[in-house]
């Protein structure tokens, strides 16, 4: 029986991607690897590669020593048909070359492994299809945040809460200019975050192409400018992220519809805009048009938002009916014909007519074309890949962390998996925490939630206490004159701890990761009504909502302590 010490394993799963990788080392008859004790306990025939059983060990990112070996051990020289057995001629060992790494996309998830892998020593081969840089920056939060904000601007020039001392005025939209704009910005974006950081990091290589899986350990790039490339890789990280769902509604394929890509870049407003679609990018884009010009009408198969709190749903469809929105809540089209410039819906509650249609009903993960069964890597019913709380896949070397999996589709989510995934691949151990992620929807009001809802709360069993506060009690909306939606905090009722907080209201986005941070640091609703919060601040809302878990806020002066 020879036993060996393994460090950097952190569950149980990994002590199975050890047992398997050590029963494929020729002369291994068995292998008992335990968690809790770091160690694997093996059966070997005579003559059998100590250095293979190591390299077996290392190649999945963990550390191993033979029991009885002095801790210095060297794990250099491994033989030539070790090598082939780990799958690639060129096959590391620790005092030959660095770790090396392959991503496949460019975006988010993508550029902070990339950067993290060489930070942790490793050489790295990133592969793009597309444009350098991903949805974010190129088709998705740049801009259409850029558009939200431009249009906001139409809309306080064209109606304000102050309208009776500061003559309003109709603006003239011109979009060409605005979207030079817009797309001027992209690019500097794109080239300052993304081209030019890989550009000046020598220990990043770009493909441009197309990437698929020929086993669990080699890639085959399809070279954009013609031939193929066979990529071998130690680890692979895999962050393709996603592109918009389109339903299946008859006809619908046959129409020149919009998704948000064509919608963003768009060089005219539309009369009439119809949306198919109730979260978060059917609603800002819908609000966005509507307020440069079009008429808008939503087509929500519930209602808008209906993932989170009702209120928050009730809230910002008011909000898009005093703006004009039409909002046609547990509607869906049933057929889509398009002539003579005109999309003709057909719904069960009539007929909706529309220069442009918008189709906003969700994303789904970029995996279909990287052949990843020829990888072993496992996928989930709508293609997501499935990954452990480290990033790892099925295949013990693949990673994966972005919109491509089932996390929430986030840059700043897809960002934080991808640096843990390289510290993971490289030989850490680093897991994403997402118990407290904000979130913001970027309507107006804006939506900004975190933590637990009251009804996710009870779902995991989770007795809660909570306090809805409206807006006309907060003195910054009040001296704004827009009172329009409220701050929820969710406390757990045993204990008064904060576990969730949903906001719908004007800079919702800024406040809420003061509320991030209070779940965080566990605070109380009593501790976090007793910090002391700047007057005539948004953000001086959470103050006032946790007081009234205790007291009537109505009742006190404007800045009470």
């Not at 002590?15 to 968690?35: D, I, N």
């Not at 669990?216 to 400018?225: E, I, K, M, P």
């Not at 409220?486 to 004007?506: E, M």
């Amino acid at each position: 029986m020879t036993t060996l010490k393994i460090t950097g394993m952190t569950c149980d799963s990994c002590a199975t991607h050890v047992t398997e990788a050590l029963e494929k080392v020729p002369g291994v008859q068995s292998a008992v690897v335990s968690f809790a004790k770091g160690t694997a306990q093996l059966t070997l025939e005579s003559g059998t590669a100590q250095d293979a059983l190591t390299a077996a060990v290392a190649g999945l990112g963990y550390k191993a020593t033979l029991a009885d070996a002095p801790l210095a051990q060297k794990r250099s020289g491994l033989p030539n048909k070790v090598r082939g057995w780990m799958g690639a001629a060129d096959k590391r060992s620790d005092s030959e070359r660095p770790l090396q790494v392959a991503v496949i996309g460019s975006g988010g998830a993508a550029m902070a492994a990339a950067l993290k892998a060489v930070e942790q020593g490793a050489q790295v081969i990133l592969i793009e299809r597309g444009t350098i840089g991903g949805t974010c920056v190129n088709t998705g939060c740049v801009p259409s945040k850029i558009m939200i904000r431009a249009a906001h601007i139409a809309h306080m020039r064209r109606e304000s809460p102050f309208d009776g001392g500061i003559q309003a005025t109709p603006p003239a939209i011109l979009r060409e200019r605005l979207l030079a704009q817009q797309q001027a910005r992209v690019d500097e974006l794109r080239h300052t975050k993304y081209e030019g950081i890989l550009d000046g990091n020598s220990a990043i290589t770009v493909l441009r192409g197309e990437a698929r899986f020929k086993n669990s350990q080699s890639l085959v790039a399809r070279l954009n400018d013609g031939g193929e490339r066979e990529v071998p890789f130690d680890r692979c990280l895999i962050a393709t992220g996603a592109s918009a769902a389109v339903p299946s509604i008859p006809g619908l394929k046959d129409t020149p519809y919009w998704t948000s890509t064509e919608a963003l870049v768009s060089d005219t407003i539309p009369g009439r805009l119809a949306v198919i679609g109730s979260s978060v990018v059917a609603v800002e884009l819908a609000q966005a048009f509507a307020r440069l010009g079009s008429q808008v009408t939503i087509l929500a198969r519930s209602t808008l938002l209906v993932r989170e709190d009702p209120a928050i749903g009730e809230a910002v469809t008011a909000a898009f009916r005093r703006e004009g929105i039409e909002v046609l809540e547990q509607t869906q089209a049933s057929q889509v014909a398009y002539a003579d410039g005109e999309f003709v819906l057909t719904t069960g509650q009539g007929v909706v007519a529309a220069d442009r249609l918008l189709v906003a009903t969700g994303r789904a993960a970029n995996t279909h074309d990287l052949a990843l069964e020829a990888a072993g890597v496992t996928v989930g019913a709508q293609g997501a890949i499935v990954i452990d709380k480290a990033m790892r896949t099925s295949s013990p070397h693949i990673y994966a962390a972005g919109d491509c999996t089932d996390q929430p589709q986030f840059v700043y989510v897809a960002a934080a998996a991808g640096t843990r995934a390289a510290i993971n691949m490289t030989g850490g151990d680093a897991a994403l925490d997402l118990s407290a992620m904000p979130a913001v929807v970027f309507t107006d009001p804006q939506v900004a939630t975190v933590g637990y809802s009251e009804a996710q709360a009870h779902h995991d069993g989770i007795e809660t206490d909570s306090r809805l506060l409206a807006l006309d009690n907060v003195p910054r909306a009040l001296a704004n004159f827009d009172t329009r939606g409220f701050i929820k905090l969710v406390a757990d009722a045993g204990s008064g701890r904060l576990i969730g907080v949903q906001a719908v209201a004007p800079q919702a986005g800024e406040l809420i990761q003061t509320a991030a941070l209070a779940i965080r640091n566990r605070m109380t609703v009593q501790e976090l009504g007793d910090q002391l919060f700047p007057y005539l601040t948004m953000v001086e809302g959470l103050k006032l909502a946790a007081q009234t878990f205790t007291k009537d806020v109505k009742q006190l002066s404007c800045c009470a302590g």
